[in-house]
């Protein structure tokens, strides 16, 4: 079965599209951008969606006309997130409900040159600089109706530039939350790196509580030059209401390097599609996935580590627990250019049950045009072991605990490949809430 939907299910109606462009106060090219953008939203919506990637996401129930993108933000500011106050950042950006809402720290980097802060006033103010690479190089409105219909309606997101050969020493912080009920938020993360410079950018999405509704459909775009070093986060924690669609993409020069951790913890449904272009010689990408999932909650990714030039390196590890009735669905791919010699390349996606009823697809493939080459892929489904179980009980340790053992080390594979401590402390705390445990007081 392949995905058509019709209009009213999978986005919004030409009034609605000139109703919100009444509503914002932007420079007539954004404005122009928006439009053509839309037309071709309209376009793809005639087509079908890629069957490899959508047939296995159940958007039947899905209704994109429950949500509406807001004026401004009216709802909470002061939410709770994972990230934000457990370690020093050099700044900070907070967007509600599509709306930056916060900007810290901005003044002390852009005494190096480096920006950053909401897009919206960045594209404004900054146009020659950022209007070449905004969804025209990593990933482009035509993509796919998803992409198009983020290109029309981008609400506000984030932008960090850093200048050639500049590095910022302490991690940057980007919040996306949810406030308001019925929001439809389509934040966009833009990072461009030039040669020699090196950043951490950490970025989560939160919703202030669990019984509101929303949508977030995302795009993140990750642009490093020539020998760049680029670490980038976003840990997905949206409540148990929220759709998530992104696409989301990074490209990669020149012995550049990329390490990209995407953590999924929350929302009702989430679809990735993640693409990595090695478009350099010696371009090197590290690719971590951390997923945990309960109840109903469906979780997809589609990945490509797509290699472009001689000599790249790529490396990706999923690792999904399931608990409950939920279900996660990868979907992996390594290609290979013809002049792309001397790859090498490696996916794997491990997957550890902890019900009957919960469910993982978990589907690598090769596409390979040179002959030259060495990638593999892998991937594994199991159960968590009775007797271990057993035997941790048997030694005085409780059934959660020694269940969270077992989850931990089965983690702890991809944790070690993650070097920022806060993010593998929350994500083990975060383990550890899942689990019915207590986390451990300071």
Known sequence: ??????????????????????????????????????????????????????????????????????????GATDIRTLLADETEFCGHVRQVDGHAVAADGTARLAEQGVLFGPLKQMLAEHRDLLEPRFMTQAVRPDADRFAAWHAAFWTDGVVLYVPRGVTVELPLHSLIAHAADGVADFG??????????????????????????????GC????????????????????????HFAHQAGQVDAGGSLQWTVVGLGSRLSHIHQDVRLC????????????????????????????????THSDLL???????????????????????????????????????????????????????????????TGRVDEEQIFYAQSRGIGQNEAMHMIVEGFFRQVYDRIPVEVVRDTLSRSVQARLGIRPPTA
């Open 220 to 243: 993140v775009e990750l642009i490093v030059g020539k020998n760049a070093r680029l670490r980038y986060v976003q840990l997905q924690n949206w409540n148990r209401n929220t759709w």
């Open 188 to 217: 966009h993360t833009l990072i461009v790196l030039e040669d020699d410079a090196q950043a951490t950018l950490l970025e989560e999405t939160a919703s202030a509580a669990a019984e509101t509704a929303g949508l977030h459909t």
């Open 1 to 74: 079965m392949t995905a058509v939907l019709d209009t009213s299910r999978t986005g919004f109606d030409r009034d609605v599209f000139e109703q919100f462009l009444a509503d914002r106060d932007e420079p007539e090219w954004i404005t122009r951008m928006r439009r053509t953008a839309y037309d071709t939203y309209e376009q793809l919506l005639q087509k079908e969606l890629d069957p490899e990637e959508f047939k296995r996401v159940d958007l039947r129930i899905f209704r994109a006309a429950d949500f509406r993108p807001l004026g401004r933000a009216d």
């Open 318 to 380: 999923y690792k999904e627990v399931l608990k409950d009735q939920a279900r996660v669905i990868w979907r992996g791919m390594i290609r290979v250019d013809e002049a792309a010699q001397q790859t090498d390349g490696y996916q794997r996606c491990d997957a550890l049950m902890l019900s009957a009823d919960a469910r993982c697809d978990s589907i690598p493939g090769l596409e390979i045009e040179a002959d030259d080459v060495r990638c593999t892929h892998g991937a594994t």
């Open 280 to 311: 350099g010689p010696a371009a090197s990408a590290e690719v971590n996935g951390v997923t945990f999932a309960d109840g109903r909650q469906k979780i997809s990714y589609y990945t490509r580590q797509h290699h472009q030039a001689q000599g």
